[in-house]
């Protein structure tokens, strides 16, 4: 029975050598050049290191060729058909008990150093390498690379081909991975592809992360920011006959549908700078904002088919009352402007304007009462806009007609007016009870021109005006004809 050394059956002594090694403590013992005639034989996964397995395979074998304590260079060969196998196994006892004594086994082979060493996740191999400019590169048995410059900066090289870059303090600088390229600066992180161009800029502040992503197609550039992963603008930029242009989009839908909040073209020469800013507006209006190089801005409006409108904003409201049609709204909103008598052209293009503002309110019968079918009104209590009227330009003074000769014994008071005076309502039907109204009011036999006026226009579409010959109030109705029953002498 062999007893081993000191009492270890496991040691086994070398021949003609100082060197011993433990059979039992193999385990973790790495391939190098000088011992790799003995991994030929057990290293069964070829993966450079001794296995559980493999090791006591190998204790085995060391004992029984060994036959008592001692192991010869003649038993070695014998056994290995190897005449360098002796030497190899004398590195491996090496190996052993450099990294028992000082953690860490060292072999020169030409100009590559192999280097074993033992730390606290175990045991690892590197071999060393040194180019002519002083650059070492270390090799690593898990694939894994370090390449160590002389300024004192290194770069990590991962099995995957993951490079990682630090700086002469430790300090992570750069990552390059599947030809994207990061670099670390300060508190900012900047990822570039395989063209060098940026595709993703990352820096945190004030304990936000702004992130800008970046893609290219057509020749436009389509920049993405956000603050802790919440969209903040789109800005798509492109260079059309020489100038450069970036339009910024608050939402993925604004881009979509092409509704930009800023315009930016040349950014980069300030003589020719320009700002252009849009604020959506109700009812599909736009402002727009167009600030030049000098800092002189000029604002237009359009509406939602990009038709240059008055400014909407200076546009007041209404709350609609019981009993008030859209011509009175309308009337009311041309008076208050300062068209007290608008013509029927006028009339009618405000309340086209009107409808077209409020279109979203308006609404239109369609009861039982077949002659109110199709006409538009609105609820009380509704809120409605009232656009700025156009003001008619003041037409020149007409020609005095000729004054009749005065009778021989008249007075003052039985002179006949001779001023004409339009008067108009649009209204697309009128119930005959709205129109017996009207009669009974004209034939009472003392009621004033202003009276009879004012009930005319609230409901039918006539003209109002005195007759020179007669003296008598002339009622007409939208075709001209003459409304009898409404005539009276122009009396105040």
Known sequence: MVKGIDGNENVIKLKGQKQTIDAGKLEGLKKTKKNEVIFNKFDENKDGTLDTREANNMQTWLKETAGNTKMSKREMKKATKDKESFEALSNLAKQQKDLVENNEYTEINDRVKTHVVKDEKGISKFDETEDKEGTITEEYDDGTKKVKYKDGSYDEIDKDGTITKFNENGDKTAVIKD???????????????EKGEIIEETEV???????????????KTIKRQTTNGVLDFITVSQTDDGHTIDTTFETEEDMKNNKPSKVVKDAQNDALKTTTTYTYLDNGNVKIEVTNAKGEVTTTYQNDKGEEIENPEEQTTYTVQKGDSITKIVKDALKAQGIENPTPEQLR????????MNKDLVKIYNGVKQEWKGNKFFYPDDVVKIPRFEKPEKPEKPEQPE??????????????????????????EITPEQLDEIRKIAKQPKIKPAELREAIISKLDVTFDVDVNSGKIVVKDKDGKVIKEFERPAEE
């Open 179 to 193: 030809g994207k390229t990061t670099t670390f600066s300060g508190n900012k992180t900047t990822v570039k592809d």
């Open 205 to 219: 502040e004030d304990g936000k992360e702004i992130k800008n992503t970046y893609e290219r197609e057509d020749g």
């Open 349 to 356: 293009k405000a309340k086209a304007a009107f409808l077209e």
């Open 403 to 428: 004054q009749p000769e005065k009778p021989e014994n008249a007075n003052e008071e039985n002179i006949v007016k001779t001023v004409k005076i339009p008067i108009q309502d649009v209204i697309p």
